[in-house]
């Protein structure tokens, strides 16, 4: 009975047991299901959150969006809201053939202005050899690099079917090469170039289409971002409009990439404010290719200087290798710092709660560099404080477990001479064997340990090659918002090899998609000169400095714009894409105004005289024209010049000091009005 018994209680908790493992079963079974099908419902929680918490609280939330400070802080550029975008071919333009001279392979290497360019001229490229693209193939994100094998290289950071629906009326493009030819190409049996910088029409005409032609297939190898010449003779005019369709329309970013700059869009706004981009343009190579080292006066001067003696080795740079930053600094070489940037949008008049974003993927110096602009504006943001790290890894797909240990350096040839040779030694006693070597570990973030033991710099690791392709979706999300933003500010507009950065690419997007928007282009000679006047006393500066300051920043939405096109356009076209991008709208509110001669010399300093066609202006919605006397009003604000001052005295200001400072600010808006548009 007393067995019975006991047999009844196992069999019942053998039951209980099962039931238990089934019911875990279905348990992970509903939690995996939810986790499948409710991703978009948690990413819509996910944009809800609060990721900042934005501080202060905003100082000036209620001024009016028709005030004067207002318009002159976040209001359009008036001479250039008749500028519209129409890249659409204008003459005769030929569909792509069905006949093609063959198939154009293409491996892009670079950053991620460097392959936007290229793309963009890999396009003319095949357009102009009535030739067929294969999508490129993009170094940086092939599955050598360690990223999630769910993704090609070129669909790592592009939407594939997007590129080859929006280029159909303009040339052939397919997925992969046929099969025959794909094994040639691993054979390497197919014919390559290793295209030079700024290429001509005529190097493709008479070295590569002979061999398109003979073999079916040549690989293009494309570095720098400059396939091909950023001015084409006035015959090929079409191709530079072809160039806009492939970098504003084509060149979709994949949907996880839009959807999180979409999200971040939504949390920067969330407060109602209107945000600054700012791009520091400050990166390692940037630096060393324009002698800059010493702005820093540390570890990362060293660092600079290696960087500016390999560049030397590899003939990148032909100068001196020791320059004289202070000198390169004066000349407007230099970028300028994160804390001379905060001191030029305080000056005009933004103030301390103003929403800054920043961006990059590498600001160089670290966040040590970006502290004085944080304790200039509160609100300083950038990806890593908009998003979840759970936000970012989605974005990265599923990638293989790396081991996060770098491999360590094999012991040299010297110390197993050594430790043979103690083992074949005579009698002991002897001499204890050498100690083994210290592995040498390099972090990428901290000591450079390398920079005193080799003139050479260390091979990248997988990590560090995962990285770098990370970069390119960081700089993907930083260059949607900065399209977006309400304003744009760079430090500076060139790259390590001395051709248009990062933000010369946001800035000729911006002035093709609304070039109205407000987009800061400063003379860094210009400011520099102007800010060594107040060197000992930067954050007491006098009116009359302020003045200039504003004047400055104002006149280089216009002259700033002039300028690129004399100087970035014939590096990169995609940087300046006026006027063979852009029509001009002429309403009938802009004639009866007798729009300023200011409108006229601007729009003949920048060449566009086509008009655009009547279908965009019935899309159009014609200005007011009381609204257009209520813009000429000046910014006859009597509080912005003062932000400047509050802000560096902080609460030192007596009260016959504010009467001062609202006197001046008066006398400085009446000068503007005078001199205003």
Aim: glycine fraction near 6%; include cysteine.
């Amino acid at each position: 009975m007393k067995g019975e018994g006991k047999m009844f209680l196992m069999s019942k908790l053998k039951w209980v047991g099962l039931f238990g493992l089934v019911l875990s079963a279905f348990s992970i079974a509903v939690h995996l299901l939810l986790a499948r099908f409710t991703e978009d419902g948690v990413g819509e929680y996910q944009s809800s959150i609060t990721i900042f918490s934005w501080r202060p609280i905003f100082e000036n939330a209620d001024v009016s969006r028709n005030s004067p400070l207002y318009r002159r802080l976040w209001g359009t550029v008036r001479p250039l809201e008749s500028l519209q975008p129409n890249a659409n071919p204008r003459g005769y333009y030929a569909d792509p053939s069905a006949w093609t001279t063959g198939f154009i392979f293409v491996r892009i290497q670079g950053g991620f202005h460097e392959i936007r360019n290229s793309i963009c001229d890999v396009v003319l490229v095949t357009r102009i050899l009535n030739a067929t693209l294969v999508i490129p193939e993009i170094q940086s994100t092939t599955s050598s690099k360690g990223i999630s094998s769910q993704f090609k290289s070129f669909a790592y950071l592009y939407n594939e079917d997007q590129f080859m629906a929006a280029l159909a009326k303009d040339i052939n493009v397919v997925k992969t090469l046929p099969k025959g030819l794909k094994w040639a190409r691993r054979k390497k049996e197919i014919p390559s170039f290793r295209v030079p910088y700024a290429a001509s029409p005529y190097f493709y005409l008479h070295n590569v289409l002979p061999m398109l032609i003979k073999h079916s297939v040549v690989e293009l190898v494309v570095s720098e971002g400059g396939g091909l010449q950023a001015i084409l003779p006035p015959h090929l005019e079409e191709y530079q409009r072809l160039r806009c369709r492939v970098a504003f329309h084509a060149l979709q970013f994949r949907d996880e990439v839009q959807e999180l700059a979409t999200r971040i869009l939504l949390r920067l706004r969330a407060p109602g404010r209107r945000f600054i981009a700012y791009d520091p343009g400050m990166t390692r190579d940037t630096l060393a290719y324009h002698g800059c080292a010493e702005l820093f006066q540390d570890v990362h001067t060293e660092l600079i200087q290696h960087r500016r003696a390999w560049m030397k080795k590899r003939g990148i740079i032909k100068g001196e290798l020791s320059v004289n930053s202070a000198k390169q600094r004066l000349k407007g070489s230099c970028p300028l710092m994160p804390e001379e940037v905060g001191i030029l949008l305080l000056a005009y008049g933004y103030s301390s709660d103003t929403i800054i974003y920043v961006t990059g993927g590498e600001v160089f110096g670290g966040q040590r560099i970006l502290i004085p602009l944080h304790a200039m504006f509160e609100n300083v943001v950038d990806r890593t404080s908009l998003s979840t790290g759970w936000e970012l890894n989605r974005i990265y797909g599923r990638e293989a477990k790396l081991d996060g240990n770098y491999p360590r350096t094999p012991p040299s040839v010297e110390v197993e001479t050594k430790i043979d040779a103690w083992k074949n030694a005579g009698p002991r006693p002897r001499p204890l064997p050498p100690p083994p070597a210290r592995p040498k570990t390099y972090n990428i973030e901290g000591w450079w340990g390398w920079v005193a033991e080799s003139d050479n710099e260390p091979e990248s690791t997988v990590v560090e090659l995962r990285t770098n392709a990370h970069k390119l979706l960081w700089d993907a999300i930083d260059y949607l918002i900065s399209v977006e933003a309400d304003v744009f500010i760079p430090g500076f507009d060139s790259d390590g090899k001395g051709h248009p950065n990062f933000a010369s690419l946001v800035m000729g997007h911006r002035l093709y998609q609304s070039a109205a928007s407000k987009t800061y282009r400063p003379d860094r000679k210009e400011v520099v000169k102007l800010l060594e006047e107040i060197k000992g006393h930067m954050y007491h500066a006098n009116h009359t400095w302020l003045t200039s300051i504003r004047r400055h920043l104002r006149s280089s939405l216009l002259d700033g714009l002039i300028e690129a096109s004399n100087k970035s356009k014939s590096s990169s076209f995609l940087a300046h894409p006026v006027p063979e991008c852009s029509c001009l709208r002429y309403d009938s509110v802009e004639k009866s105004t007798n729009a300023s001669a200011n409108h006229f010399q601007v729009k003949a300093a920048l060449g566009v005289v086509h008009h655009c066609p009547a279908w965009m202006l019935r899309e159009m919605v014609p200005r007011s024209k009381d609204k257009e006397n209520e813009e000429d009003l000046d910014e006859n604000d009597s509080s912005s010049s003062g932000l400047f001052f509050q802000h560096a005295s902080g609460n030192h200001v007596s009260g016959g000091e504010e009467i001062i400072i609202k006197e001046e600010a008066q006398l400085e808006d009446q000068e503007e009005l005078e001199g205003g548009e």
